[in-house]
Protein backbone atom coordinates (compact mmCIF):
# COMPACT_ATOMS: atom_id res chain seq x y z
CA UNK A 1 0.00 0.00 0.00
CA UNK A 2 1.47 3.59 -0.42
CA UNK A 3 1.56 5.94 2.05
CA UNK A 4 2.28 9.46 2.01
CA UNK A 5 4.47 11.06 5.11
CA UNK A 6 4.49 14.96 5.66
CA UNK A 7 6.93 15.24 8.49
CA UNK A 8 6.43 18.81 9.19
CA UNK A 9 3.20 19.49 11.30
CA UNK A 10 2.99 23.05 11.69
CA UNK A 11 5.31 25.63 9.90
CA UNK A 12 4.97 29.75 9.74
CA UNK A 13 6.75 32.11 7.22
CA UNK A 14 7.06 36.08 7.09
CA UNK A 15 5.33 37.41 4.35
CA UNK A 16 7.15 37.71 0.97
CA UNK A 17 9.61 35.09 2.06
CA UNK A 18 9.86 32.00 0.83
CA UNK A 19 9.00 28.30 2.30
CA UNK A 20 9.12 24.80 1.74
CA UNK A 21 7.31 21.63 2.59
CA UNK A 22 8.46 18.61 2.95
CA UNK A 23 6.81 15.12 1.39
CA UNK A 24 7.68 11.86 1.34
CA UNK A 25 6.05 8.77 -0.20
CA UNK A 26 6.61 5.11 -0.22
CA UNK A 27 5.42 2.96 -3.20
CA UNK A 28 6.68 0.09 -5.51
CA UNK A 29 4.91 1.58 -8.63
CA UNK A 30 6.55 3.58 -11.86
CA UNK A 31 3.37 5.40 -12.86
CA UNK A 32 1.93 7.43 -10.67
CA UNK A 33 0.75 11.07 -10.18
CA UNK A 34 1.79 13.70 -7.25
CA UNK A 35 -0.07 16.48 -5.76
CA UNK A 36 -0.26 19.25 -3.18
CA UNK A 37 -3.64 20.14 -2.37
CA UNK A 38 -4.18 23.73 -0.34
CA UNK A 39 -7.42 23.96 2.72
CA UNK A 40 -7.53 27.15 3.82
CA UNK A 41 -9.85 27.87 6.74
CA UNK A 42 -12.95 27.80 5.18
CA UNK A 43 -12.48 23.99 4.00
CA UNK A 44 -12.79 23.52 0.66
CA UNK A 45 -9.55 21.66 -0.76
CA UNK A 46 -8.55 22.94 -4.24
CA UNK A 47 -5.53 22.06 -5.99
CA UNK A 48 -1.83 23.79 -6.04
CA UNK A 49 0.11 21.63 -8.28
CA UNK A 50 0.89 18.20 -9.81
CA UNK A 51 3.69 16.49 -10.84
CA UNK A 52 3.58 13.84 -13.15
CA UNK A 53 5.85 10.67 -11.85
CA UNK A 54 7.28 9.85 -15.69
CA UNK A 55 8.48 13.47 -16.41
CA UNK A 56 11.76 14.82 -14.99
CA UNK A 57 11.11 18.65 -14.63
CA UNK A 58 9.44 19.39 -11.78
CA UNK A 59 6.14 21.33 -12.24
CA UNK A 60 5.62 25.09 -11.75
CA UNK A 61 2.75 27.38 -11.03
CA UNK A 62 3.02 30.67 -10.38
CA UNK A 63 4.80 31.25 -6.96
CA UNK A 64 4.40 26.73 -6.33
CA UNK A 65 6.89 24.85 -7.51
CA UNK A 66 7.93 21.27 -6.62
CA UNK A 67 11.10 19.75 -6.17
CA UNK A 68 10.74 15.97 -7.41
CA UNK A 69 13.05 13.14 -6.27
CA UNK A 70 12.11 10.36 -7.75
CA UNK A 71 14.63 7.84 -6.67
CA UNK A 72 14.45 9.46 -3.20
CA UNK A 73 10.74 9.08 -3.21
CA UNK A 74 10.93 12.95 -2.55
CA UNK A 75 8.18 15.62 -3.37
CA UNK A 76 8.24 18.91 -1.46
CA UNK A 77 6.49 22.19 -1.78
CA UNK A 78 8.24 25.54 -2.29
CA UNK A 79 6.40 28.89 -2.10
CA UNK A 80 7.97 31.66 -3.29
CA UNK A 81 7.23 35.39 -2.31
CA UNK A 82 4.49 34.08 0.57
CA UNK A 83 1.17 35.90 1.00
CA UNK A 84 -1.37 35.98 3.86
CA UNK A 85 -3.47 34.00 1.76
CA UNK A 86 -1.10 31.15 1.87
CA UNK A 87 -2.03 30.57 5.04
CA UNK A 88 -4.18 27.03 4.87
CA UNK A 89 -3.40 23.73 6.01
CA UNK A 90 -1.50 21.77 2.82
CA UNK A 91 -1.21 18.42 1.99
CA UNK A 92 0.49 16.00 -0.17
CA UNK A 93 -1.25 13.23 -2.31
CA UNK A 94 -0.35 10.30 -4.35
CA UNK A 95 -2.75 8.74 -7.37
CA UNK A 96 -1.08 5.47 -8.15
CA UNK A 97 -1.58 4.96 -12.09
CA UNK A 98 -1.89 0.91 -12.53
CA UNK A 99 -3.86 -1.39 -10.76
CA UNK A 100 -7.21 0.24 -11.43
CA UNK A 101 -8.41 2.15 -8.73
CA UNK A 102 -7.14 5.90 -8.73
CA UNK A 103 -8.10 6.71 -5.47
CA UNK A 104 -6.05 9.44 -3.96
CA UNK A 105 -3.51 9.27 -1.04
CA UNK A 106 -3.07 12.06 1.41
CA UNK A 107 -0.39 12.88 4.11
CA UNK A 108 -1.53 14.51 7.30
CA UNK A 109 -0.86 17.85 6.37
CA UNK A 110 0.84 20.83 7.27
CA UNK A 111 -0.51 23.93 8.79
CA UNK A 112 1.01 26.92 7.27
CA UNK A 113 0.81 30.16 8.59
CA UNK A 114 2.12 33.21 6.93
CA UNK A 115 2.65 36.42 9.31
CA UNK A 116 2.93 39.85 8.52
CA UNK B 1 -24.28 22.81 -10.80
CA UNK B 2 -20.82 24.91 -10.56
CA UNK B 3 -19.17 22.70 -7.76
CA UNK B 4 -19.83 19.52 -5.95
CA UNK B 5 -22.33 20.04 -3.74
CA UNK B 6 -23.49 18.24 -0.02
CA UNK B 7 -25.86 18.47 2.43
CA UNK B 8 -26.08 18.73 5.14
CA UNK B 9 -23.49 20.74 6.18
CA UNK B 10 -23.80 19.74 9.75
CA UNK B 11 -24.96 17.31 11.20
CA UNK B 12 -25.81 16.57 15.17
CA UNK B 13 -27.05 13.10 15.93
CA UNK B 14 -27.63 10.69 18.82
CA UNK B 15 -25.28 7.61 19.43
CA UNK B 16 -26.80 4.71 17.83
CA UNK B 17 -28.81 6.79 15.00
CA UNK B 18 -28.66 6.22 11.03
CA UNK B 19 -27.32 9.14 9.38
CA UNK B 20 -27.24 9.96 5.17
CA UNK B 21 -25.27 12.21 4.07
CA UNK B 22 -25.09 13.22 0.54
CA UNK B 23 -23.25 14.49 -2.52
CA UNK B 24 -23.78 15.58 -6.13
CA UNK B 25 -20.70 15.81 -8.29
CA UNK B 26 -19.37 18.34 -10.68
CA UNK B 27 -21.90 17.46 -13.95
CA UNK B 28 -20.43 15.16 -16.46
CA UNK B 29 -17.11 13.67 -13.93
CA UNK B 30 -17.20 10.07 -13.78
CA UNK B 31 -15.37 9.42 -10.71
CA UNK B 32 -16.39 10.38 -7.08
CA UNK B 33 -14.79 10.47 -3.96
CA UNK B 34 -15.35 10.31 0.25
CA UNK B 35 -13.11 10.99 2.83
CA UNK B 36 -13.88 11.37 6.35
CA UNK B 37 -11.36 14.43 7.92
CA UNK B 38 -10.89 13.87 11.99
CA UNK B 39 -10.49 17.37 13.71
CA UNK B 40 -6.93 18.25 12.75
CA UNK B 41 -6.33 15.35 10.75
CA UNK B 42 -5.67 14.28 7.58
CA UNK B 43 -7.90 12.90 4.71
CA UNK B 44 -8.52 9.30 5.21
CA UNK B 45 -10.03 7.35 2.01
CA UNK B 46 -13.62 5.88 2.34
CA UNK B 47 -14.58 4.59 -1.06
CA UNK B 48 -14.13 5.62 -4.73
CA UNK B 49 -16.56 5.09 -7.70
CA UNK B 50 -15.65 5.40 -11.24
CA UNK B 51 -18.40 5.38 -13.82
CA UNK B 52 -20.22 1.92 -13.83
CA UNK B 53 -17.29 0.01 -12.47
CA UNK B 54 -17.24 -1.65 -8.60
CA UNK B 55 -16.37 0.84 -6.20
CA UNK B 56 -13.37 0.29 -4.41
CA UNK B 57 -14.57 0.15 -0.80
CA UNK B 58 -10.89 -0.51 0.51
CA UNK B 59 -11.15 2.31 2.81
CA UNK B 60 -14.55 1.95 4.66
CA UNK B 61 -13.67 1.54 8.63
CA UNK B 62 -16.68 -1.13 9.31
CA UNK B 63 -19.83 -2.64 8.07
CA UNK B 64 -21.82 0.33 9.26
CA UNK B 65 -20.71 2.29 6.82
CA UNK B 66 -22.08 1.68 3.34
CA UNK B 67 -22.42 3.81 -0.04
CA UNK B 68 -24.21 4.09 -3.14
CA UNK B 69 -23.69 5.73 -6.49
CA UNK B 70 -26.60 5.26 -9.49
CA UNK B 71 -24.44 5.81 -12.36
CA UNK B 72 -22.61 9.76 -12.74
CA UNK B 73 -25.23 10.78 -10.45
CA UNK B 74 -25.59 11.53 -6.96
CA UNK B 75 -24.34 9.55 -3.78
CA UNK B 76 -25.31 8.70 -1.05
CA UNK B 77 -22.90 7.61 2.53
CA UNK B 78 -24.64 6.12 4.90
CA UNK B 79 -23.36 5.26 8.61
CA UNK B 80 -25.76 3.22 10.72
CA UNK B 81 -25.36 3.05 14.66
CA UNK B 82 -23.24 5.88 14.72
CA UNK B 83 -20.72 5.82 17.56
CA UNK B 84 -18.73 9.22 19.01
CA UNK B 85 -15.63 8.27 16.73
CA UNK B 86 -17.95 8.74 13.40
CA UNK B 87 -17.54 12.37 14.26
CA UNK B 88 -16.06 14.69 11.83
CA UNK B 89 -16.30 16.30 8.36
CA UNK B 90 -16.81 14.15 5.42
CA UNK B 91 -15.70 15.21 1.88
CA UNK B 92 -16.65 14.37 -1.11
CA UNK B 93 -14.77 14.96 -3.83
CA UNK B 94 -15.43 14.60 -8.25
CA UNK B 95 -13.23 14.48 -10.75
CA UNK B 96 -13.31 13.84 -14.58
CA UNK B 97 -11.27 11.80 -16.89
CA UNK B 98 -10.06 14.36 -18.80
CA UNK B 99 -8.21 16.41 -16.02
CA UNK B 100 -6.76 13.16 -14.20
CA UNK B 101 -5.97 13.43 -10.31
CA UNK B 102 -7.72 17.06 -10.13
CA UNK B 103 -10.22 16.26 -7.56
CA UNK B 104 -13.27 19.02 -6.45
CA UNK B 105 -14.17 18.85 -3.49
CA UNK B 106 -17.13 19.75 -1.99
CA UNK B 107 -17.62 21.79 1.26
CA UNK B 108 -17.94 18.94 3.59
CA UNK B 109 -20.55 17.63 5.70
CA UNK B 110 -19.89 18.14 9.66
CA UNK B 111 -21.31 15.30 11.61
CA UNK B 112 -20.76 15.49 15.25
CA UNK B 113 -22.26 12.19 17.10
CA UNK B 114 -23.32 13.16 20.95
Known amino acids: AQTVTQSQPEMSVQEAETVTLSCTYDTSESNYYLFWYKQPPSRQMILVIR??????QNATENRFSVNFQKAAKSFSLKISDSQLGDTAMYFCAFMNLQGGSEKLVFGKGTKLTVNP | GAGVSQSPSNKVTEKGKDVELRCDPI?????LYWYRQRLGQGLEFLIYFQGNSAPDKSGLPSDRFSAERTGESVSTLTIQRTQQEDSAVYLC????????????FGEGSRLTVL
Open chain 1, 51 to 56: QEAYKQ
Open chain 2, 27 to 31: SGHTA
Open chain 2, 93 to 104: ASSSYKNTGELF
